[in-house]
């Protein structure tokens, strides 16, 4: 089977992106990466130029959605640009048949989030078209478990994470929530999720730093959730999250960016789960390429819900 072919919307790190990082990634998976979109031709000309010195990746540079789309044989998209901009891609990629993997959140709007990424994602379902999101933070379990292997198997009723988004407000939400609620869907997998009781119970007059609660209920458990978001602008940001009390913190080495977890005297080396989690789609795409169906997409579609009922709930505080 011949290698994929992706295109990249949005390869830069003018926000707090991860575009030069995931083309690495499927470059490393053995797909192709044969050109790149910029909102300009000066943007898309130096994410080329930052694209060859990082991975040494020859991409061609557009400006254009369409025009990129004609010139070039595409299988999908690696959609990385700011989250605003994500509705009008993912619209444009079903349109041309396109697979894709989509920058969290995957749609970012002011009202009806739940209703529009549910009615596109059975759109994509409906098609046969691969839809994935770029929340990594699942594959760090296997390391969690190693570090913690007294949790393997146990009932989960507590969890806890810490995060530090560059951004702030609402904007801090979307960048942040989608991570800690992937991994309540991979500890305590569900076809329904309800959340209670949210409360938000600090939140900053500059809105840099919120801390909520909620209960994540399901038909198997109720899991008590306590989230602590702080704006922060340093390389590598902190992060760490608990299960039933038990921490992992992770720790990134510059220059190497080798990680680990660590939680009381105990460390554990940590495979880089963004490498991961591009290497999950690489494997997704060719089976989806090759004939095989489509993962389930039920939990996108729960955590777009469930991204809607918290940022609501912020919003009426």
Request: charged share 20%; hydrophobic share 45%.
């Amino acid at each position: 089977m011949s290698a994929p072919r992706i295109g990249i919307i949005g390869a830069r790190r003018v926000r707090q992106g991860l575009g030069p990082f995931v083309v690495r990634d499927l470059l490393a998976e053995g797909a192709e990466v044969p050109c790149v979109l910029g909102t300009r031709a000066a943007s898309a000309s130096a994410a080329k130029d930052e694209l060859a010195k990082l991975c040494s990746a020859n991409v061609v540079p557009y400006h254009d959605l369409q025009t990129m789309l004609s010139n070039e044989s595409l299988d999908a998209l690696a959609i990385l640009s700011p989250s605003e901009t994500h509705l009008h891609y993912l619209e444009a990629a079903l349109d041309a048949g396109l697979h894709v993997l989509c920058e969290k959140p995957l749609i970012w709007q002011p009202t009806g989030l739940a209703k529009a990424s549910a009615a596109l994602i059975r759109s994509y379902q409906n098609t046969g078209v691969l839809l994935e999101e770029t929340s990594q933070w699942p594959f760090t379990l296997n390391a969690f478990f190693e570090l913690h292997p007294e949790l393997r198997g146990a009932k989960f009723e507590r969890f806890a994470m810490r995060l530090s988004p560059a951004s702030a407000g609402v904007q801090l939400l979307g960048d942040c929530l989608p991570h800690p609620l992937s991994l309540l869907q991979r500890l305590v997998p569900a076809d329904t999720v309800e959340i209670a009781d949210v409360r938000y119970e600090r939140v900053e007059l500059d809105e840099s730093q919120i801390q909520l609660e909620f209960l994540y209920q399901t038909t198997q458990c109720i899991v008590q959730v306590s989230l602590e978001l702080l704006q922060s602008v340093a390389h590598p940001r902190p992060a760490w999250f608990e299960v039933n009390g038990r921490r992992a913190n992770r720790e990134i080495q510059l220059p190497s960016y080798r990680m680990e977890l660590h939680g009381g005297s105990r460390r554990v080396p940590l495979a880089d789960p963004l490498r991961a989690r591009i290497a999950a789609f690489v494997k997704d795409l060719r089976g989806v390429l090759a004939g095989q169906p489509l993962p389930d997409s039920t939990p996108l579609v729960i955590r777009a819900e469930i991204l809607e009922t918290l940022v609501d709930a912020y919003r009426r505080r």
